[in-house]
């Protein structure tokens, strides 16, 4: 008997042995790619993320980064690649996400957040993390929200600081019905383009403006596209979800799942501070590019002219849930 009970107990030891030597012994090297160049904030935290994985698995996890386009055309592109597992990691603009998983474009709401706190509250919590876990439904891995920032609008033609200076002024927005309807409530002329195409089309005068967050601007020099006058209008606050192939994440033992999910969290919050921080010096080297940064912008005129898309898109999300989000505190 007591043979036999070491026999049993050499067998236990051994597979417990051969479990933990098969997660400590797993390695890979993963693709981690964006529409951005390396010093926009996507790129900077995307860093980060390298770093600390690298670090926490002593090497067993390398991530290599293809900014700039260099894995795709675009963000709807390379989400695609991130759903047939040709792309394992993605910071991206909620932009073409609403194809994949359609509830994310509750967060394109013009004028659905207050400011950061209330950002940071919302997708941090509850609602944050049930927008993520709906992304398993498209065979996506959403991790967390990293940070674009609140979107601002520029042209080419003159100052703007209420709606009506803006009337069928040709601006590009991302492919994203609820952005296009919004622009189209408010009287300008939306073009959805991919946003490789964005700067050539600027400067070919094929539009007229774009939205964007201030360090999307500055990243891209878009001054050099012609685009003279920026309006601090703060229409719409654009996270950046970091998504994961699921072929990547499922390949993982437990505790790098657990690790890579905390990491991307941590990340988030480094991400979004250090986008927040730069922006006022951004906008301040904006300027002394002679670009007129309209500060004073009335955003109450261009809440009133965009509020009929709440209306258009009342069958797709109610008005509790919106309220739930704008009523968050």
Request: charge should be positive; charged fraction near 25%.
């Amino acid at each position: 008997m007591r043979r036999v009970l070491m026999l049993v107990f050499s067998v236990l030891m051994a597979f417990e042995w051969g479990g933990t030597a098969g997660a400590s012994d797993y390695k890979a090297t993963w693709k981690l790619a964006c529409t951005q160049a390396m010093d926009h904030p996507y790129m900077v935290g995307a860093q980060k993320f390298v770093d600390l994985i690298r670090e926490r698995t002593q090497g067993r996890i390398t991530i290599k980064l293809y900014p700039s386009n260099q894995l795709g055309k675009g963000e709807r592109e390379m989400t695609e690649g991130v759903q047939q597992g040709a792309i394992d990691l993605l910071v991206t603009s909620t932009g073409p996400l609403g194809g994949f998983s359609p509830s994310i474009n509750i967060l394109d709401f013009p004028f659905l957040f207050r400011d950061f706190k209330h950002v940071d509250l919302v997708l941090d919590g509850a609602i944050g993390q049930k927008l993520l876990d709906d992304f398993g439904k498209a065979d996506i891995k959403a991790l967390a929200f990293w940070e674009n920032g609140f979107r601002h609008l520029t042209n080419a033609k003159g100052p703007i600081r209420k709606v009506e200076d803006g009337k069928g002024l040709k601006i590009r927005t991302m492919e994203n019905r609820v952005h296009l309807a919004a622009w189209k409530a408010a009287g300008f002329n939306p073009t959805p383009m991919s946003w490789g195409e964005v700067f050539t089309a600027l400067q070919q005068r094929v539009i007229d403006g774009q939205e964007n967050p201030v360090a999307v601007f500055y990243s891209n020099k878009l001054w050099d596209a012609g685009q003279k006058y920026f309006s601090f209008s703060a229409h719409v606050y654009s996270p950046a979800p970091i998504l994961m192939s699921p072929k990547a994440f499922n390949a993982l033992p437990g505790e790098d799942r657990k690790l890579v999910l905390s990491t991307a969290m941590e990340v988030a919050r480094f991400q979004r501070k250090i986008n927040r921080d730069a922006e006022e010096a951004k906008l301040q080297e904006i300027a002394k590019k002679g670009v007129t940064v309209t500060r004073d912008v009335d955003r109450e005129s261009f809440r009133k002219a965009m509020a009929p898309v709440y209306r258009e898109f009342s069958a797709q999300f109610s008005k509790a849930e919106i309220e739930t989000i704008m009523n968050a505190k």
